[in-house]
């Protein structure tokens, strides 16, 4: 197994797959590929690792070489309902990553908050004790 790397930036990602960097971000859009944001915001920094994009690209590279006569031929009606689908999917897997994110640093306020309140009350006892 060849050793994970991180990748930290589109042209990180594009370089590493041979790509460009359009590309890479429509294949995320319309086909799922693997990219990770750390702050779950759509338009923020991105992360890829490159065991998910081999596997990624592996499994794309499957499926491209058993042939489109094999595959049905689509309505453009059709492909616009599953572009259309594929970018709601890739904008709630955002959102998840997104209120994630959001989720964690309400949990770190709220433990600054509590050692806060638990230096107070302390602080209080120490002047009820001195008085």
Not at 36 to 46: D, F, I, L, Q, Y
Not at 86 to 104: D, P, V
Request: charged letters at 30%; glycine letters at 4%.
């Amino acid at each position: 197994m060849a050793e994970r790397k991180v990748l930290h930036s589109w042209k990180e990602i594009a370089n590493y797959t041979g790509r460009g960097v359009r590309t890479i971000q429509r294949y995320e859009i319309e086909l799922g590929f693997p990219i990770h944001r750390p702050a779950g915001k759509s338009r923020s920094a991105v992360l890829g690792f490159s065991d998910e994009i081999d596997a990624w690209l592996n499994k794309a590279s499957t499926f491209a070489a058993a042939g489109s006569a094999n595959l049905p031929k689509l309505t453009d009606q059709q492909i616009r309902s599953q572009r259309q689908y594929l970018a709601i999917a890739a904008n709630a897997k955002r959102n998840r990553e997104s209120a994630r994110a959001a989720y964690e640093a309400c949990e770190r306020q709220a433990k600054r908050v509590e050692n806060m309140i638990e230096k107070v009350k302390a602080a209080q006892a120490a002047r009820r004790r001195a008085s």
